[in-house]
T-cell receptor, first 114, second 111 residues
Framework: DAKTTQPNSMESNEEEPVHLPCNHS???????IHWYRQLPSQGPEYVIH???SNVNNRMASLAIAEDRKSSTLILHRATLRDAAVYYC???????????????FGTGTRLTIIP | SAVISQKPSRDICQRGTSLTIQCQVD?????MFWYRQQPGQSLTLIAT?????????ESGFVIDKFPISRPNLTFSTLTVSNMSPEDSSIYLC????????FGQGTRLTVV
């Protein structure tokens, strides 16, 4: 599996935007970029995913670099509830779409400052 | 979407014993996945459970230690056998489609 690199930790003030970076320089053409987050004492939850184009949903936005070697998860207005570990994961969808395992890295621990 | 019920939510077990963790999904799914999350660490995949066939284990995990059952398309169990303190972890099941859904996890402490 292609590897991702994320900062170990980040801090942000409440009600401000947060940009969480992820580097994936060895990404292949069939790798989708997925983001999950794990709130304290809970299982991971899906945030967003994309292939080439930027994506928006109710939780966040995903900005993907033109060469796809990096991406940024954007939380537009952080709340205390957004404090979690955020995982950037590449998943190869070329042969078994939707049934490929997720390989978790160490993620970024996001702290929100009130 | 999928709702996953996992139980027990936590347990404290004596070394040398075994614990079976149950995972129930509210819809039929082809594959279910079992993960381990050691204290302060990320998630590591233990095995993939496909209904009607033997589970596929990741490197470092063996069937004798982590036997898995998958009797139907909505249910799976993971057993942690002959436990030692090193098995103290959170164990999670998931189902994965376009987006994955995870159970709340089972926090296991072995004493």
């Amino acid at each position: 599996d292609a590897k991702t690199t994320q900062p170990n930790s980040m801090e942000s003030n409440e009600e401000e935007p947060v940009h969480l970076p992820c580097n994936h320089s060895t990404i292949s053409g069939t790798d989708y970029i997925h983001w999950y987050r794990q709130l304290p004492s809970q299982g991971p939850e899906y945030v967003i995913h994309g292939l080439t184009s930027n994506v928006n949903n109710r939780m966040a936005s995903l900005a993907i670099a033109e060469d796809r070697k990096s991406s940024t998860l954007i939380l537009h207005r952080a709340t205390l509830r957004d404090a979690a570990v955020y995982y950037c994961i590449l998943r190869d969808e070329s042969t078994n779409f939707g049934n490929e395992k997720l390989t978790f890295g160490t993620g970024t621990r996001l702290t929100i400052i009130p | 979407s999928a709702v996953i019920s996992q139980k027990p939510s936590r347990d404290i077990c004596q070394r040398g014993t075994s614990l079976t963790i149950q995972c129930q999904v509210d819809s039929q799914v082809t594959m279910m996945f079992w993960y381990r999350q050691q204290p302060g660490q990320s998630l590591t995949l233990i095995a993939t459970a496909n209904q009607g066939s033997e589970a596929t284990y990741e490197s470092g995990f063996v069937i004798d230690k982590f036997p898995i059952s998958r009797p139907n398309l909505t249910f799976s169990t993971l057993t942690v056998s002959n436990m030692s303190p090193e098995d103290s972890s959170i164990y999670l099941c998931s189902v994965e489609g376009t987006e994955a859904f995870f159970g709340q996890g089972t926090r296991l402490t072995v004493v």
